[in-house]
Each structure stands twice: as C-alpha cells, then as structure tokens.
C-alpha cells in the first residue's frame, strides 16, 4: 500500500460550472477523490500593476501526495484563466479512514 500522506489543493474558477467540468475531468483521470465547490466568494488582486476585484467559485480538491505534481500540471492545463492560482500542500496528519479512502480511490492509478 501507498505511503503517500493526504494532500489538498486550493483553486477559485470563474464559475460554478467550469469548477464542475474540470473537476469531472480530474475524477475521471484519477487525480483527484473530492471536489469541495465552495459557494461565491469575492476575491481581491492584484494583476498588472491593477488592483481588481470579482466574484469566483473556490474549489478544495482531495489528492494523495504522490499525485500533487500531477494534479498541479492537469489542473493547470484545462483552467480557463491564463494564470490560475493553484496551490497544493502535503497534510501532516488525517483521520486513518480518510486516508484509507484517499488511498483506495487514487492508488494504482497508472502514474
């Protein structure tokens, strides 16, 4: 069995149904266990020396950490926005069934 530890990634969209379709593509590919779509929020930035602001849809994804690079690299590849915030981390400890869920979702997955 895997020694991968739990990981998260962290994502906002444009909308609700980008977030779904990529998320559905991620399942699909095994890169992911859970998509958590986190209702509208309004996100402040920064971009070309201008300051912004607009509505997007947060999304937290559940992964393995042996699937991080890869979900970074997908994530990346089918986001609308020609530079999405994606941020991933390593999660230090989880709940043994979470893990073992995580696992039996991801592991053998052909990476």
Request: negative net charge.
């Amino acid at each position: 069995m895997s020694k991968a530890k739990a990981a998260l990634a962290w994502c906002p969209f444009p909308d609700r149904e980008t977030a779904r379709e990529i998320a559905s593509v991620l399942f699909d590919e095994k890169l992911i266990a859970c998509a958590n779509i986190i209702g509208r929020m309004e996100s402040l930035f920064e971009w070309d020396g201008e300051r912004g602001a607009g509505d997007e849809i947060g999304v937290l994804f559940k992964t393995l950490s042996d699937q991080s690079d890869r979900l970074i690299t997908r994530l990346g590849a089918l986001h609308p926005y020609d530079t999405p915030a994606i941020v991933c981390w390593t999660c230090d400890d989880a709940h043994p069934a979470t893990l073992s869920w995580l696992r039996g979702q991801l592991d053998n997955n052909g990476s």
